[in-house]
């Protein structure tokens, strides 16, 4: 096949759904390429000044295009509080497809949920016991020995049960759909804690247009493998092709190439040990194991990066549920547990944050081994955060017409926790609705 | 794994250049001639810039517009599609094709204000709204309009597909007015509410795919829409929505940032706005008063390449062979696949470091030139560039220079450097 353009590890669009066993995307031979890779990029730019741009500690820069009016759909500046503390960093897990909550934090003191779930319900002697009322996944041991915060009943009070509408209204933190806003949460975020780096939002395993900013683009790297293509034995046709492009010297697209020399060579610096395929992380963590080794690359390469983007995919589990989910809670668990590792060993434990999304939970109804489109889910938060259970739980004897409970915590509230209490960003300013944290810290 | 090269073809014969006598001249001219198109087809043919160039200014913009309605009434029928993605790379086959023109660059400019997304739709429905932006798409905007509102893409995109009059999903209603006709904030929630009622009673056929009207559905009472009590129905609807020249205004302003790109007073765009609501909506003379506008002619490399432009410029200056889209991914803008529903956001953004990150890899992709010396005057012909800064002509002698690369490793990185290059990644 002599494809024009024909990238690897890009999943097509339109089967976005991902397969539990979905292909790797990373190998240890490309995780090295990749760092060289990016370090090959910054070959030709020595002593740039703008190296200093890009680290996560430096002074504000002015943004990129600053040039450009705003206009009244990007939504507000956002602006930080008195109490943010530069460096902390937000991990966002995108569960794709609407995940289960009560399957995630089961309520194992309800009868109506094992009354209506005769087939999918997970025992209450298997649940990992949180209190006397509900308990985790069995799969997530890892993730309750690292600690973990729950917020229950989290959804959108008008809710609907498209992905698509509902996953825009998540990306862009729009409780109703109604804001008009056209940039993403994270890229709000993002665009308020910019010091100069193109690397402030990462989008990994996939584009996010939760990143999107009014002055921020994601850096989005499908997998480690898919940003350059290159054979050692090339380096020098590599090298002259970034001397080449450092030299432009006017305008944005060379203050970009500038920004990406510098990124490069920023990265070079950075060892990058050596992969333990046998880590559970790698050996069982899946896709999503491999984007948060990935992620926690990229922190350690200290560029600046402060909200980074990965995808989970397969939630969507109309058919064979208790299989399905299973399997991606085994594989979140450890990819979280190694994650969390790794932050320890390389000394960025006490400033990250893990959070997941998720467009809508599923209908407590199961329907022939799955489960419909629902309401209300239970968001996951771990890291340097003391654990807690927050929201509230819902009523599974108060169903609507559709047979899904009545949401209880609004996810604006959620994401004014991550914004507020974590970043130090002031709620209000990134989500039109004005929302009260939750209490997460 | 490693990544698979991207195979590049470029045709040998225009590798080696004929010097004309007049070349001077002919070089003004062929930039002239390379701006009109590139501005008014999406990928540039360099064998269509010379012939462009030996006409008038006047006389080429004249032509462009003729060509655009000769092809429209040329259009094969829509074929039927097997795989999901085949009606959009059937599209984009054509906007890339070798007679493409304006009537592509216009289809694939109200695909970026009249946005509908496969991740939501049947793909089968995706064939006949490009054949609506092909063939209504130079005609009249209401007339556009009133076949887009009851397209069945549209209708599932923005849930008008099932929408019942008693109980009616908004979001089409509110769209309608806030992207694709008077702009935010010059209509009410009730607006919003009454519209979408009579926007209501449509669907779409689940096994044959056609769009069908549901009277019992639809809404036949009077109400208050826009200050006017009637029996409001679709086509009111959009026929009102067209009578405001707020419409005209902000379409208008579209199309403008879309062709021309340059920063321009709001006084001047209500004044284009309220000439084409003079002229019934009719988007050829709007296309031609754009055209002929002196900010148009002094345009040149103003306007920033948006994630497909610059892939389709690519495509068509390398002469490469594609059979899927799914590196538009990594250059932000993969068609049918916006963002939202409120497009690509645009403007500097393509050109800050996420989407050049993603031009670099595609520019470094590239990995065969054919045989030919490929000098620099040749690749930069080819790539439609006939006038570039000196510092973009400095950096390609250096190139030319290096001698610690092979002399097609050196041809090679021509091509490279001038993919990337300041005025390629420019409108």
């Keep these: 096949m002599e494809s024009g353009i024909d990238l690897p590890g890009v999943q097509p669009a339109m089967s976005r759904q991902l397969q539990p066993h979905s292909k790797p995307i990373l190998t240890q031979q490309t995780r090295r390429l990749f760092l060289q890779r990016l370090a090959l990029l910054g070959a030709a730019t020595a002593g740039s000044q703008l190296l200093a741009a890009c680290s996560s500690t430096s002074s504000a820069d002015a943004p990129s295009t600053g040039q450009q009016n705003p206009t009244p759909t990007e939504g507000p500046r956002g602006t930080l509080t008195a109490d943010h503390v530069e460096g902390r960093i937000l991990v966002i897990i995108e569960l794709e497809g609407g995940n289960d909550g009560l399957s995630t934090v089961i309520p194992a003191d309800s009868k109506t949920y094992y009354d209506l779930r005769p087939q999918l319900a997970i025992d209450p002697n298997d649940v990992i016991a949180l209190n006397d009322r509900v308990g985790l996944n069995p799969r997530l041991q890892r993730l309750k020995q690292r600690g973990v915060t729950i917020v229950e009943g989290v959804g959108a009070p008008e809710g609907d049960l498209s992905h698509f509408e509902m996953s825009a209204r998540w990306q862009q933190g729009d409780l109703d759909g109604n804001s008009g806003l056209r940039t993403g949460f994270g890229g709000r975020l993002s665009d308020a804690l910019y010091r100069g780096s193109p690397a402030t939002g990462v989008s990994l395993g996939g584009p996010a247009p939760f990143l999107l900013g009014r002055q921020t683009m994601p850096l989005s790297f499908e997998g480690l493998d898919d940003l350059w293509t290159l054979q050692p034995t090339e380096w020098s046709e590599l090298s002259a092709f970034q001397e080449a492009i450092g030299s432009f010297n006017s305008g944005l697209v060379s203050r970009a190439y500038g920004q990406l020399l510098s990124l490069g060579e920023k990265l070079a610096s950075v060892e990058g040990t050596d992969i333990d395929w046998d880590d559970p992380m790698l050996s069982e963590g899946g896709s999503i194991g491999q984007q948060l080794f990935l992620a926690s690359d990229v922190i350690e390469a200290d560029i600046g990066t402060r909200i980074l983007y990965t995808h989970h995919g397969g939630f969507d589990t109309h058919d064979d549920h208790r299989w399905q989910h299973d399997y991606l809670m085994s594989e979140l668990d450890a990819a979280l547990g190694g994650f969390l590792d790794r932050a320890e060993t390389l000394g960025f434990a006490d400033r990250v944050v893990v959070a997941t999304v998720s467009e809508f939970g599923r209908r407590i109804r199961e329907n022939n081994g799955g489960l419909d489109h629902g309401t209300a889910s239970v968001m996951l938060v771990t890291g340097a955060i003391e654990p807690r259970i927050l929201g509230e739980p819902v009523d599974l004897g108060q169903l609507d017409e559709n047979g899904n409970p009545v949401i209880t915590t609004s996810f604006d509230r959620y994401f004014a926790s991550l914004a507020q209490e974590w970043l130090g960003i002031d709620a209000s300013s990134v989500l039109p609705s004005h929302p009260e944290p939750l209490g997460l810290l | ?427």
């Excluded at chain 2, 225009?14 to 008014?40: C, F, I, K, P, W």
């Excluded at chain 2, 946005?115 to 006949?128: E, H, Q, Y």
């Excluded at chain 2, 062709?259 to 296309?287: K, M």
């Excluded at chain 2, 090679?412 to 450097?417: A, D, E, P």
Aim: glycine content about 8%.
């Design chain 2, 1 to 427: 794994m490693i990544a698979s090269r991207l195979v590049f073809y470029v045709h040998e014969v225009a590798s080696t250049r004929q010097v004309s006598t007049n070349e001077l001249l002919d070089q003004a001219a062929m930039a002239r001639a390379a701006h009109l198109l590139r501005r008014t087809s999406v990928g540039v043919h360099p064998e269509r810039i010379s012939r462009l160039a030996n006409l008038s200014w006047d006389d080429a913009i004249s032509d462009v517009l003729a060509e655009a309605q000769a092809r429209r009434d040329e259009l094969e029928p829509v074929p039927e599609f097997e795989s999901d993605d085949a009606p959009v790379i059937w599209w984009v086959r054509q906007l890339l094709g070798d007679s493409n023109g304006l009537l592509d660059r216009m289809s694939w400019f109200w695909h970026t204000v009249l946005t509908t997304s496969i991740d939501k739709v049947d793909a089968r429905l995706i064939g006949p709204q490009v054949r609506l932006f092909q063939a209504r798409g130079l005609s009249n905007f209401r007339h556009l309009l009133h076949g887009f509102v009851t397209d069945g893409a549209l209708l599932q995109y923005l849930d008008g597909a099932g929408s019942e009059a008693f109980n009616p999903n908004e979001n089409l209603g509110r769209e309608l007015m806030e992207l694709f006709t008077l702009g935010r904030g010059h209509y009410s929630q009730d607006d919003v509410r009454v519209a979408a009622r009579a926007l209501a009673g449509w669907s779409v056929d689940d096994e044959s795919g056609e769009v069908v009207f549901n009277p019992e559905s639809s809404f036949n009472a009077p109400a208050l829409f826009r200050g006017e009590q009637a029996d409001w129905n679709t086509e009111g609807v959009v026929d009102a929505l067209c009578d405001d020249p707020l419409t005209a205004i902000n379409i208008s302003g579209k199309l403008w940032d879309h062709i021309v790109g340059t920063p321009r007073e709001q006084s001047e765009i209500e004044e284009l706005g309220n000439w084409w609501y003079q002229q019934d909506l009719e988007i050829i003379p709007l296309l031609e008063r754009i055209l002929r506008s002196e900010n148009f002619a002094n345009a040149q490399f103003s306007r920033p390449k948006s994630g497909f432009e610059w892939w389709a410029s690519m495509i068509t200056a390398t002469n490469t062979e594609w059979d899927n889209l799914w590196s538009l991914r990594y250059l932000g803008q993969a068609p049918y696949l916006p963002p939202n529903v409120g497009g690509w956001p645009g403007g500097d953004r393509w050109l800050g470091p996420g989407s050049m990150l993603g031009r670099l890899s595609a520019a470094f992709g590239l990995e065969q030139v054919g045989s030919g010396p490929w000098p620099t005057e040749a690749v930069l012909e080819r790539c439609g560039l006939f006038d570039v800064s000196a510092n973009t002509k400095a950096v390609l002698e250096g190139v030319g220079q290096n001698q610690d690369l092979q002399p097609q490793d050196r041809r090679l990185l021509r091509w490279r450097v001038v993919l990337t290059c300041p005025e390629f990644n420019q409108l």
